[in-house]
């Protein structure tokens, strides 16, 4: 994995153009018999919460090239009346895919990749957490992809430390599920998605469709100014400088 792709400046482009290089590699796999479609989960977020929006306004004004004219002033009128603008609110969209069935639409795997969201904010949290859990104690098969270092862990007994996992619940393993942990420095591993047995050998190379994902949105040579989020020490901290100058 590539520390730098965990920053937050980065991280939300990434998330986008990898689930959209899982749903490129699912497709020829699955078709005819089912499709695949991106989903997403929506946050509402306000300032009370503690995030606030910074957007780009409807109107700018800036000042022109100057010329011979002398500059004029500007004069305020002052309002009878002074309040307060109400704290922005907003949404905030974390992709997933789905595959459904074909012939009678019904849901056969959500796959999950983890963003902050899931993983810091505590309702955001037990937002998802309850979607999760609602989905393991059905028949539709899960898959979680954990590629943040930061935040805290899902809910998993026994979990190993690890600096990255994937997740492989098929409905008829349960409470089994199958667990993935990967290091830092580690490849990205091939993945199977479970599925019908009539498409029991769906795969996802997660480290190949990594590359594509980086190497579409041009991130070398851009994402690497600064540190990696959260921070690396010692040996790894090392590994990632020469990865950002042999990227640059």
Request: glycine letters at 6%; charged letters at 25%.
């Given at each position: ?16 153009g990898?689930?959209?290089a ?16 991106i ?11 503690g ?7 409807d ?5 022109r ?33 789905q595959?459904f ?64 996992y ?74 990632a ?8």
């Amino acid at each position: 994995m590539n520390p730098y792709i965990e920053r937050d400046a980065v991280w939300s482009d990434f998330h986008f153009g990898f689930i959209n290089a899982m749903r490129r590699a699912l497709v020829p796999q699955v078709q005819p018999e089912f499709y695949v479609k991106i989903d997403a989960h929506i946050f509402a977020l306000s300032g009370d919460e503690g995030r606030r929006l910074i957007g780009r306004p409807d109107v700018s004004l800036a000042r022109r090239a100057t010329d011979d004219r002398t500059e004029g002033t500007v004069a305020l009128l002052d309002a009878p009346i002074r309040l307060r603008l109400p704290e922005p609110a907003f949404e905030e969209r974390v992709l997933f895919l789905q595959v459904f069935d074909s012939e009678d639409h019904s849901l056969v795997t959500v796959i999950e990749l983890l963003s902050p969201t899931n993983k810091n904010k505590k309702k955001d949290r037990d937002q998802f957490i309850g979607k999760r859990e609602d989905i393991l104690q059905s028949s539709v098969h899960y898959v979680e992809i954990d590629l943040l270092r930061g935040g805290l862990r899902m809910p998993l007994e026994e979990m190993p430390a690890c600096d990255y996992y994937v997740l492989v619940s098929a409905a008829d393993d349960r409470p089994d599920v199958g667990f993935r942990p990967i290091s830092l420095r580690e490849p990205l591993p091939t993945i199977p998605i479970p599925m019908p047995e009539s498409k029991s050998n769906v795969r996802l190379p997660l480290q190949e469709l990594l590359h594509q994902a980086y190497d579409e949105a041009g991130y070398a040579g851009r994402i690497y100014s600064g540190s990696p989020q959260p921070r690396l020490h010692g040996n790894d901290a090392k590994w990632a400088r020469q990865l950002a100058a042999n990227a640059s």
